[in-house]
């Protein structure tokens, strides 16, 4: 294609650009209200070794007791304490060694008065016995044991349940399972658990310039590099992406791929106010386009609405607002509808600006900088299109709306990208 | 199995305990040592879309500009600077409107003197222009359009590679790929990328009395909840788990275990110096037993040293002085060779602590805590035992080994879990 004579019908709209922006503020607001109505997701069966960092569906109550023995709690000697009564080092009692007991293993015979079993740390104690006599209270040989100290019952052993009882709720629902959630699980025998499905995420791209990830660049075609990135941030909030390639920049396409089963879509490009900007219009007239326009920098053209029920943001093609509008929107609604905590993965440190950044009052601004030995650095890029500026910088900052920016010196707050 | 009335031959030794314990600092050290001379990590390819999270295998040169035009950074008109030398809002200088140029499309006109071309953000520039002039310093019409102000050459267009040059290194060798690497990634044309292989960590669970995970604990059998939970944390630590069962209690069975291939070996169980704990025996037989017993708690009984080269970690039975085990020394070892920063991935943050705690100079303590409203309270726990005390704390603190404790109101540093 070329040259094109006509200019288009609402030349003056797309070149107004927008009369009114929300703020950050309003617009998360609303974002908010979505997503406290937005119905849970439902849950599906995972195998316990696929499941840490999942979403806990459901309480997971325990049917067994961990251990569900008396266990002893060190290596010594498992007595009748009442054996025991005046031991002292300089009166020592002597019990007769009757064998030993091992960790998984019943001891089966009878501990009358005046013996004592040799026992190993978590091994069961056995029965006649009321208490453990630790090691470095004794004397001992292999078929005797002196015992140096008396000894309450109930000593040096660990009671059934004493980790889990029968009916403990162990995890309850919501739990992001850790590592050692994983442990405890399968201590009482969970080999699969109940986890919220992941939300399902439609990436749907667009713009007539964009060859596919895995083309190169040619021309004046550039390669898709929102989607990839997409993708990436949406599994890393616990999403599950679905981009299955660039859509034709024609409403027909952008609107049946917004149609599709999705529990989210994203849109990345054609969301401002031209002409070629179908995604707005097709949201207004076959769903609710409810915010659109946002006084921030970047990611002013950011919109969000719903389409049959379902939240869609519309993100800016230029890939460094694509960025920002997502972490700033998208993954507040991916780690919300996924059941997690909204925060950012960013570490957050302070450091002392090294150039003053202003901003207008009334608009949110994103600074991408340099963090070195406590300095920080404004990125020297030219624009939002210049998406190696976010792969350059250690983290960013951000201009708070009702602030008109800070001054060299400064004491800022850096969300870092590692 | 049950009753066994034959001492072990060698009961002294395992009575005894650990003669002597290393410090923690020491042993890090060792492992640091270790860690310096081990191999790096073979390379292998990974398709793009599955590469954040890993780790560049090599320094990523671009083939390409980004873009390879000149592209509009801004909507309006696209014109020859000295068309509009003196142009003011008083005085517009008006220009013949002769097509459109939209992003991905090169226009094929010839743009002459007294004449502009509507543009796109993001379009390349036609040939014959120097400038664009924005919208806001225009009024227009369909085929004509007033300039408002006057305009150098060179404005509002980005330069060839203005993202990107032929030749530079978006990424070196060692990133760990964030989101927008990707991105920057496709947009120069990567579809795969040479990332380090993950280590492959052989996690060895010996113990008569453990049933696999998936089992129901029945008698005073207790099911594995190490072997899920390593699994877990060599995965955060981007290492590659392989558990594939228990290994029976036996020098046969667990020699050919510590033989089998892999980067790093961990076991669980059997470490300490009794007479049904093998691992430090064949590891001292066959191998180097370099370093056993070290003066913290949990974890005192933990060993380290190496098998036909490789890293061995002797971690205990207890679950809880697993984790611990595993997090101090296991997962630096995982970290280091996975090419990652050795820092744990808990957040940190200050608290007053709401109990005295005291431990021995010497020795360094992992205690488990609850963290409500800036109060930090040990979690109640009889023993490494009970795992479940590692989930109901939010987190934990350290007693370094120089230290004695923290009295009652102390501001300590707590590690979080979540």
Redesign the interface.
């Known amino acids: 294609?070329?040259?094109?004579?006509?200019?288009?019908p609402n030349?003056d709209v797309?070149?107004r650009g927008f009369v009114e922006r929300v703020t950050v503020e309003n617009a998360l607001a609303w974002l908010d209200n979505q997503l406290d109505s937005a119905p849970a997701l439902s849950a599906e069966i995972a195998p316990?070794?696929e499941s840490?960092g999942r979403v806990l569906a459901e309480d997971i109550r325990s049917?067994?007791n961990?251990?569900?023995?008396e266990?002893a709690?060190m290596?010594g000697f498992a007595v009748r304490s009442a054996d025991l009564q005046g031991a002292s080092a300089e009166a020592p009692v002597t019990l007769k060694?009757?064998?030993?007991c091992?960790?998984?293993?019943?001891?089966?015979?009878a501990i009358s008065a005046g013996c004592a079993v040799?026992i190993?740390?978590?091994?069961?104690l056995p029965t006649g016995v009321d208490a453990v006599l630790p090691?470095e209270k004794t004397k001992?040989s292999?078929?005797e044991v002196h015992a140096l100290a008396e000894l309450s019952p109930g000593k040096n052993f660990?009671s059934v349940g004493?980790?889990?009882q029968v009916g403990d709720i162990?995890?309850s629902a919501g739990r992001?399972l850790?590592?050692?959630?994983?442990?405890?699980?399968?201590?009482?025998?969970q080999?699969e658990v109940s986890v919220l499905r992941r939300p399902r995420v439609r990436i749907v791209v667009t713009?007539?310039?964009?060859l596919p990830?895995?083309?190169?660049?040619?021309?004046?075609?550039?390669?898709?590099?929102?989607?990839?990135?997409?993708?990436?941030?949406v599994?890393?909030d616990g999403g599950e992406p679905n981009h299955p390639g660039i859509v034709p920049d024609n409403r027909d396409a952008i609107l049946a791929a917004l149609r599709e089963d999705a529990d989210v879509i994203l849109c990345s490009g054609g969301s401002s106010v031209?002409q070629?900007d179908h995604v707005p219009t097709l949201l207004a007239e076959h769903g609710e386009l409810e915010i659109h326009g946002i006084a921030m920098r970047p990611a002013g053209p950011l919109g969000m609405g719903r389409i049959d029920g379902r939240l869609v943001v519309l993100l800016p093609?230029?890939?460094v607002a694509c960025?920002w509008g997502y972490d700033l929107f998208a993954s507040r609604a991916v780690r919300r509808l996924a059941g997690r905590?909204t925060d950012w993965p960013y570490?957050q440190i302070e450091g002392e600006l090294t150039k003053e950044i202003t901003s207008p009052v009334g608009r949110l601004d994103y600074i991408r900088v340099h963090m070195k030995r406590g300095q920080v650095e404004p990125v020297q890029a030219?624009?939002a299109?210049?998406?190696?500026s976010?792969?350059r910088a250690e983290g960013f900052i951000i201009i708070p709306t009702d602030s008109s920016g800070y001054s060299t010196g400064s004491i800022v707050n850096v969300f870092l990208?590692?």
Chains 1, 2 share one sequence.
């Open positions: 294609m070329s040259q094109s004579s006509k200019p288009h030349a797309r070149m316990l070794g840490a049917q067994v961990v251990p569900d023995f266990r709690m290596d060694v009757i064998g030993e091992f960790p998984g293993q019943i001891f089966d015979g040799r190993m740390t978590g091994a069961p090691v001992y292999e078929t660990g004493e980790d889990i162990v995890l992001v850790r590592p050692q959630d994983i442990g405890v699980l399968s201590s009482i025998g080999g713009g007539d310039e964009l990830a895995g083309s190169l660049p040619e021309g004046c075609q550039i390669v898709d590099a929102n989607g990839p990135m997409l993708s990436a941030l599994a890393r031209g070629e093609g230029n890939p960025l905590p570490r030219t624009g299109s210049v998406l190696s976010t792969t990208y590692d």
